[in-house]
């Protein structure tokens, strides 16, 4: 879909390139080989055909997209940049809003989970969010990244962020993480089932007293929410692919 974008480009909004792609122009290597364009003079589509060569050179560049694409348009980045992305969800402790206790990181690249755990490892959180160009998150706008920027000060981010709660929501599915995932077919196990962020605090406060089965419970909670948002993020893309093009979502 990245290829298929004009909308980074200044001046270019959603009907212009809806206006593109009716004209067969559906690639950036199409816009480069036209010699006219309707709606276009020769002069502006010189400079466009520039921008558009531009974005063929940068398009390993996550940064070079991130900062040109509208935030509601960011899930066009995800399949180009899927390959350096991860999916993330934290756990907390404490009600010092955003200087909460982090108790647990999770984070899943589509093949290795890793979770930090404070007292154990959360120290090397930040180190792996190196090699990263993407985080998929669930309200991580205003919950998972404010207080992760709060508690590791300096802490750099990858370029792109797709935060599922507004992507999902503007496709029409509304609510907590919980209440989305039924809808897409997703069940957690028994022994998570029902489980909610306030749980999460109680397992956290009954590991501190010693009980040596809460951690266990209270990561296995946290590998679901993690693990979770790559079914929905994949889900999300193709739906969001789908109203784009006009296509059946089930045939992208």
């Not at 002069?43 to 940064?63: I, Y």
């Not at 196990?189 to 306030?198: R, S």
């Not at 946290?222 to 693990?227: K, L, M």
Request: hydrophobic share 45%; glycine share 8%.
């Amino acid at each position: 879909m990245l290829k298929r974008t004009f909308i980074h480009l200044p001046g270019i909004g959603l009907k212009t390139e809806s206006h593109f792609w009716r004209q067969g122009i559906s690639t950036w290597e199409d816009f480069l080989a036209v010699g006219t364009l309707s709606g276009l003079n020769p002069l502006r589509l010189n400079l466009l055909k520039q921008l558009v060569q531009e974005s063929l050179d940068h398009l390993e560049v996550a940064r070079y997209f991130a900062c040109r694409l509208p935030g509601p348009e960011q899930w066009r980045l995800f399949r180009q940049f899927r390959s350096r992305a991860a999916y993330l969800d934290i756990e907390t402790h404490g009600a010092a809003w955003p200087a909460l206790q982090v108790t647990v990181v999770g984070l899943f690249d589509g093949w290795r989970m890793r979770q930090f755990v404070h007292g154990y490892n959360l120290e090397e959180f930040p180190q792996a969010l190196e090699d990263l160009d993407l985080l998929v998150t669930f309200n991580g706008t205003q919950f998972d990244l404010p207080v992760l920027k709060a508690y590791f000060p300096g802490l750099r981010l990858p370029p792109i962020h797709l935060d599922l709660r507004f992507i999902l929501a503007r496709l029409g599915f509304r609510g907590g993480l919980k209440k989305i995932e039924p809808r897409f077919g997703i069940r957690r196990p028994p022994e998570v089932a029902g489980m909610n962020g306030y749980d999460a605090v109680l397992l956290w406060e009954r590991h501190l007293r010693g009980d040596l089965t809460a951690l266990d419970l209270l990561l296995e909670y946290n590998r679901e929410d993690v693990a979770n948002l790559e079914v929905l993020m994949e889900r999300a893309v193709n739906l969001c692919l789908g109203n784009a093009l006009g296509e059946n979502p089930q045939n992208i």
